[in-house]
């Protein structure tokens, strides 16, 4: 059994694999006092620690050095913890997940996959920003994430069509967070979100792309903090229409997310040179059909091509990832 951890700042969720087959799912909203630890210890104890014979966990930021899923070991832990400074709401809590682990089940094989991964095939004119070398140096460059969700779009659209993906999709992961990603013969080579999953589109409470100035005008009026709740907090689709879910917010905020997203879209056809098929997922995405069909019409002008709603698989992919690692 392998054991798919996505452990958070506030919550772990984790699902149990055999094989491909996912047969349990799990999760502690709230992490109380005794911190990942003994989220985890309770989930062990309420059934998911039977048969263990492997964990795999979600790693958000990957930085330069890890561009494939790899067996965790104290160099990739240290290596992980480098990357705090590029992701640090998320990074922390997910070393905290794979240290928990050692802890309750000393030597159970660990592995990490990490959501920048994916996008580590963008060229390099597409992952630097114009700024000085110093500090292009210092890791402020472009990214991208929900790359695990990317890839289990390509892998399933493998399945859909006989095993060959389009030459040229887009793919539309549209949820709380949204981003889109140019995926050319399988691989990403544009996405939306850039140095954090702050940039591209309109998102729940994201304000997405922002002039840079303005976000320095922000920093002086209500300092470095504020700045930073208020573009990822308090914008978004709960600053245009009252409420950060999608069915709930205003006509104009709707608007402005399908709107957005047609923009970004003709940037990531324009990288691939063309438009084959599109792909939607995330909760959006999936569930919303009048959304859907406004960036679709929005997108006319690229021609028609098959248009596919593909159910959301990060842990799926995680396990995937795990299991080819363990094979070889």
Not at 51 to 57: D, F, I
Not at 91 to 113: H, K, T
Not at 219 to 235: C, M, P, T
Request: with cysteine; proline share 3%; hydrophobic share 50%.
């Amino acid at each position: 059994m392998l054991l798919v951890v996505n452990a958070g700042s506030s919550s772990v969720k984790v699902a149990l694999f055999d094989g491909l087959v996912e047969v349990r799912r799990g999760q502690v909203a709230e992490i109380a006092a005794g911190g990942h630890l003994a989220a985890l210890e309770r989930l062990l104890a309420d059934g998911f620690g039977q048969g263990l014979t492997a964990a795999a966990h979600r790693v958000v930021h990957g930085g330069a050095r890890f561009v494939a899923p790899c067996r965790v070991d104290a160099d990739v832990l240290e290596g992980i913890a480098a990357c705090v400074p590029l992701a640090p709401l998320h990074n922390p809590a997910n070393l905290a997940g794979i240290r928990a682990l050692m802890e309750l089940v000393p030597g159970l094989p660990q592995f990490a996959s990490f959501d920048t991964a994916f996008h580590a095939t963008n060229p390099e004119v597409a992952r630097r920003y114009a700024l000085p070398v110093a500090v292009d140096a210092q890791g402020i460059r472009r990214y991208g994430f929900h790359g695990l969700s990317y890839a289990a779009i390509v892998r399933k659209v493998k399945e859909l069509v006989g095993g060959v993906v389009p030459g040229r999709l887009l793919a539309l992961h549209l949820g709380n967070g949204a981003s889109l990603c140019a995926i050319q013969r399988g691989l990403s080579i544009a996405t939306t979100m850039g140095y954090s999953p702050l940039d591209g589109l309109t998102m729940g409470t994201r304000s997405g792309t922002i002039d840079g100035n303005a976000v320095l005008r922000l920093a002086e009026l209500y300092g470095v903090a504020g700045a930073a709740r208020i573009l990822n907090r308090e914008s978004g689709l709960l600053a245009l229409g009252g409420s950060s879910d999608m069915r709930e917010t205003g006509r104009f905020a709707r608007q402005h997310f399908c709107y957005w997203a047609v923009r970004h879209a003709g940037s990531m056809i324009a990288a691939m040179g063309g438009l084959d098929a599109m792909a939607f997922t995330g909760g959006i995405g999936e569930n919303d059909a009048a959304v859907r069909d406004e960036i679709v019409k929005g997108l006319d002008w690229a021609g028609k091509v098959p248009v596919w709603v593909i159910a959301a698989d990060e842990e799926g992919q995680i396990a995937a990832e795990a299991m080819a690692l363990m094979r070889a």
